[in-house]
């Protein structure tokens, strides 16, 4: 095989994998736009989510109607979330929200394992793992599918958000929040619906990563892969997740390849990190952080 | 509801800040149906937090309303949601021009009318723009890019897309050349009498404000110590040496008038 259609499919496999970091920052960027928030509870809802889809398969369900199951229930969490633990913290310091959503965490992962247990679960989607050749590429089934999903997902919330009149409102309320309000937007249902779409999305990552490394606790640490996207790309910019994403999943893959081999190997996990870092340092904002409009 | 009754009345209201800071202390006012009714006083009077109190915006500030009620068209708003007073058609103009900044000014005057469910929003559009002509020239502009003149229009135009029937209007003037300040006000005293809107004008600028609303109250230290019909507190003397500066023996920056009537150590 030629060296460039190897770094090809590197390319490719950092791609898919970059899809589905995308996926994960934005339900992250979503309630960090709508509240100033940054939800802590992210991991712990994809937890909550894989297990409460297997939970419901061993019922012998369906896999449709478990999705579905589970969907619901990720949106009645959204709206109990916001009746519960924002409402009662409006005009609370972000600290403080903060602080309630580390709380908010201990709590999903607690009742999460108390209603379906904690031993370890597989996951099999029927979605197969065998590499496929595509343009003389080989390419992971698996992977593929999940990126097809991911990247429907982010557009279908990013089209939601940009051209509907509640994306609009969510747009406003990330603006300015109290003269969101006066204009008649209701800042519970802007959250409610927020929290509800990143419900969404641990339910789509819950599954992915539960399908790969089982659904256990670890589950929680997927959130983690999102946070140096949002780094990078900025905490309250869709188009910036995106972007982000795929540029973490392709630096960590070739920077694995073609420099892991100097330093032994392993540089995947802590790549995006230190790209993160170096960012930070050049750019604080992110790449697409909120560039303020204003006049000069 | 109540047809006769003022549209907005205020009853002894106190506001508190953190639990501790008293800023409103016993303040009311009412405001007639079809009325402009202006709310004067020097900075830190306490307008600004009478405008919210109504607009039920003070929780997000830590800020409450102890003492006292609201009611808006006969009805107490103590409780609401601040959104739910945009559907009953009262819009609050917010200090210091609050354009959702990264929106255009389309997409910001759009957001005003989030809280209707009729189909007559292109409507209020045309009309938004028949009072604003400048805006629909700027309508795909974002709104952080506008002067400060044609936000204060905008957000105006937002809270007009919400068919209110009556609008608080807070500092309008604030940081505005004298010759917008009139198109401002004047569009006011259109929209007051072809659209029937009621409005309440928070005002430092007394001059102006006394001279297109129709009645006024004077705010010191959050109370109200004067009030009457505009032309009245116009040519009242004490307010036109404090407020006004037309008269030559005013202090330089103006004594309050309840500083003028009391001897300095009782107050
Ligand atoms: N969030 C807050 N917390 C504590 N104190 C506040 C807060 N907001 C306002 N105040 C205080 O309340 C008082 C009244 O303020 P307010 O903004 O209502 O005055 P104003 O009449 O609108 O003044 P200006 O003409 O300068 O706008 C001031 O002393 C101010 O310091
Ligand atoms: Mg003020």
Not at chain 1, 57 to 75: K, S
Not at chain 2, 15 to 42: E, H
Not at chain 2, 202 to 221: D, F, K
Request: aromatic content about 8%; hydrophobic content about 55%; some cysteine.
């Amino acid at each position: 095989m030629s060296d460039f259609s190897f770094f090809l499919e590197v390319v490719v496999g950092g791609l898919l994998s970059g899809v589905m970091y995308t996926l994960v920052a934005l339900g992250f960027v979503l309630i960090f736009k709508a509240s100033g928030v940054f939800n802590f509870a992210q991991g712990a809802m994809v937890l909550f989510a894989a297990l409460t889809f297997v939970g419901f398969l061993e019922f012998g369900l369906p896999m449709w109607a478990a999705f579905l199951l589970a969907l619901a229930a990720m949106l009645v969490l959204a709206v109990a979330i916001e009746r519960t633990v924002l409402r009662p913290l409006v005009g609370q310091d972000h600290m403080i929200l903060f602080m309630a959503t580390i709380g908010l965490s201990i709590f999903l992962e607690g009742f999460a394992q108390l209603i379906w247990g904690t031993r370890v679960r597989g996951l099999d989607l029927g979605i197969s793992d065998e590499p496929v050749e595509i343009a003389g590429i080989l390419v992971s089934q698996f992977d593929l599918s999940a990126a097809v999903m991911a990247a429907v997902l982010v557009a279908v919330l990013s089209a939601f958000f940009s051209y509907t009149k509640i994306g609009r409102a969510l747009r406003a309320v990330a603006d300015d929040t109290q003269a969101a309000q006066v204009a008649g937007v209701p800042l519970g249902f802007i959250w409610a619906v927020v929290w509800g779409a990143a419900g969404f999305i641990a339910l789509v990552a819950g599954l992915v990563w539960g399908a790969r490394l089982g659904v256990q606790f670890a589950l929680t640490l997927v959130a983690l892969k999102a946070l140096p996207v949002m780094i990078l790309g900025g905490f309250n910019s869709i188009a910036g997740a995106i972007v982000a994403g795929l540029v973490i999943g392709v630096s960590e893959k070739l920077a694995e390849i073609y420099l892991g081999p100097f330093v032994g190997g392993g540089i995947e996990n802590w790549f995006p990190y230190a790209l993160a870092i170096a960012v930070l340092l050049i750019r604080p904002a992110g790449l697409f952080g909120a560039a303020r409009i204003a006049r000069v | 509801m109540n047809e006769q009754g003022p549209l907005l009345s205020i009853a002894g209201i106190e506001v508190m800040y953190s639990r501790l800071a008293l800023v409103l202390r016993g303040l009311s006012l009412s405001v007639p149906r079809g009325g402009i009714v202006a709310l004067l006083g020097a900075n830190g009077a306490g307008k600004t937090t009478t405008m919210k109190a109504v607009a039920n915006l003070l929780r997000s500030e830590r800020g409450e309303v102890t003492r006292g009620a609201i009611h808006y068209d006969g009805a107490r708003i103590d409780g609401l949601d601040a959104s739910d007073l945009a559907r009953r058609g009262l819009s609050l103009v917010m200090e210091g021009r609050h354009a959702f900044g990264t929106l255009s000014v389309e997409d910001n005057l759009k957001v005003g009318a989030f809280s209707r469910r009729d189909r007559a929003v292109g409507d209020s559009l045309d009309m938004v723009y028949r009072y604003f002509p400048r805006l629909k020239d700027r309508r795909h502009q974002a709104a952080g890019l506008l002067s400060g003149g044609e936000q204060q229009m905008c957000v105006i135009g937002r809270a007009l897309m919400a068919r209110p029937r009556m609008i608080l209007l807070d500092e309008p003037s604030m940081g505005l050349a004298p010759l917008l300040v009139e198109e401002i006000f004047s569009i006011m005293r259109q929209l007051n009498a072809e659209e029937g809107m009621t409005f309440l004008l928070a005002e430092q600028n007394a001059s102006v404000a006394l001279r297109y609303a129709t009645y006024g109250y004077l705010v010191e230290s959050g109370r109200v110590v004067r009030e009457g019909p505009a032309a009245a507190l116009a040519a009242d003397p004490e307010i036109r040496a404090s407020y006004l500066g037309l008269d030559a023996s005013a202090e330089p920056g103006g004594a309050t008038l309840a500083a003028r009537r009391r001897p300095r150590w009782l107050s």
